[in-house]
């Protein structure tokens, strides 16, 4: 085979994989599907949590009771982000 004929094999095998055929015969770009990236909304969780963190670090060097509130809150700021408390569920609301 030919490197012209190996070129155009490539080609037409991309070609197949870019376009599907749906039930009702429209072609879709596939490649268009997959360009839509859903990214989640704004937290301030992140922020809180890594402060929480630092207190706790400091505590650890300084005084354990600092160290144990950090914890605490480092532990609640840890659940409020997973459970997506706040401004995150309240924005998919107003929109």
Known sequence: MSQEQAQHVSNAEQDDTVTAVNST????????????IHLPGPSYWPILLATAMGVTM????????????????AFMFGIGWSMNWG?????????
């Not at 015969?25 to 839509?36: D, L, P, R, S, V």
């Not at 401004?87 to 929109?95: G, K």
């Open 25 to 36: 015969g429209a072609t879709e770009h596939a490649a268009e599907e997959e360009e839509h």
């Open 58 to 73: 400091v505590g650890l060097m300084v005084d354990i009771s600092i160290a144990a509130v950090g914890l605490l809150f």
């Open 87 to 95: 401004l995150e569920s309240h924005q998919a609301h107003v929109e």
